[in-house]
């Protein structure tokens, strides 16, 4: 177990890079199995916890010839990478208007899709055949259910959000996700509700599965526990509600070292609406590409920063991976990543 330090949290001091000096280990990716790729960020919520800040009145959508480029690197590159799955985030990814088309053809090329989706788009207008869509094309579903009761999804998701994400679940039982035997992968998140690390990720599992089964019948795969991450919208109620050195100081003196050598950005890069690349999801949303200014203009970041096709995947594996405080996040206790614990 990691001993408790202390450490200085200021933006010009990289403290995880510190840890990891310390510790004489090295952060590089060693392959490039999955393609995390951001379609947007337009949502119809906005989650407290999001470190998107998603939202309805966000505009930033991918581009359709940028989905193509991006389909014309994988063709380029397939054979020389063990690329495997292509993990679309968002916002709510189905909002937009390309998805389908680019979720087809990535399924034609044998990849294996995940859909982070929020359950409540589904009950939108222009949405109602969406589970179906993605039965028929084996997409992973992986949704936001941050407790099994309804106070604590209420309160973090907004009113009303649990109900609805009741019944898109039943919803996806019915076409086949989470049930046995079909192949249909339904897989759930959970988000700690205020300034807490993630519990033991099977015993909440196991509670999760007692419960939604008790309650409404409802079947899932997996649950994953995910840390908030100190950043954007989090990072904004930690510094309103003065908790941020506090909250940074957990997450460091419960840092294991071993948890390196499985985070999620060692086999791993993620792309952003224009095509930017970066080492990973929460790096794209404090605007670190991998080559490209940094700064806190989103759009310029992006729209200047160097884009997937302008790399080859020979210059991405064996790449030191860019760190920041906020990757204690991914280290912390029994580690999290976009799969859930690391342990």
Not at 25 to 53: D, F, P, W, Y
């Amino acid at each position: 177990m990691s001993q408790s330090v202390s450490l200085p949290i200021a933006e010009e001091f990289d403290p995880f890079a510190a840890r990891l000096e310390a510790d004489g280990q090295v952060l590089e990716r060693a392959s490039l199995e999955t393609l995390q790729i951001n379609v947007g960020k337009m949502c119809n919520l906005a989650c407290h916890h999001c470190h998107v800040e998603a939202g309805p009145n966000r505009t930033e959508i991918m581009p359709a010839d940028v989905m193509d480029q991006i389909l014309g690197w994988i063709d380029q590159y397939r054979d020389a990478m063990a690329l495997k799955t292509v993990d679309l985030t968002g916002g709510a990814p189905e909002m937009n208007p390309e998805f389908r088309r680019f979720v087809t053809e990535l399924t034609d090329r044998g990849l294996h899709v995940i859909d982070r989706c929020n359950l409540t788009i589904l009950l939108e207008d222009g949405y109602a055949d969406m589970p179906a869509f993605l039965a028929e094309h084996q997409v992973e579903i992986v949704a936001s259910l941050p407790c099994y009761l309804e106070d604590n999804v209420d309160k973090q998701r907004g009113q009303g959000v649990y109900d609805e994400s009741i019944e898109v679940l039943k919803q996806l039982n019915t076409v086949g996700y989470g049930m046995p035997g079909t192949g249909l992968k339904l897989d759930l998140v959970y988000n700690p509700v205020g300034y807490g690390l993630p519990p033991e990720q099977a015993p909440l599992e196991a509670d999760y599965k007692r419960e939604l089964a008790a309650r409404f019948g409802i079947q899932f795969n997996q649950l994953f526990t995910i840390t908030n991450m100190p950043i954007k919208r989090f990072e904004h109620a930690l510094n309103r509600d003065g908790k941020m050195e506090q909250y940074m100081g957990k997450l460091i003196n419960a840092h294991h070292a071993v948890n390196v050598e499985s985070v999620m950005c060692r086999s791993l890069v993620s792309v952003g609406w224009l095509g930017t690349v970066y080492d990973c999801d929460f790096n794209q949303m404090m605007q670190m590409p991998l080559e490209g200014e940094d700064g806190p203009d989103e759009y310029a970041v992006e729209s200047q920063g160097r884009k997937l096709w302008d790399w080859t995947p020979a210059q991405l594996i064996n790449r030191r991976v860019r760190t920041a405080r906020h990757c204690f996040g991914c280290t912390a206790g029994s580690g999290s990543s976009c799969t859930g614990a690391l342990g």
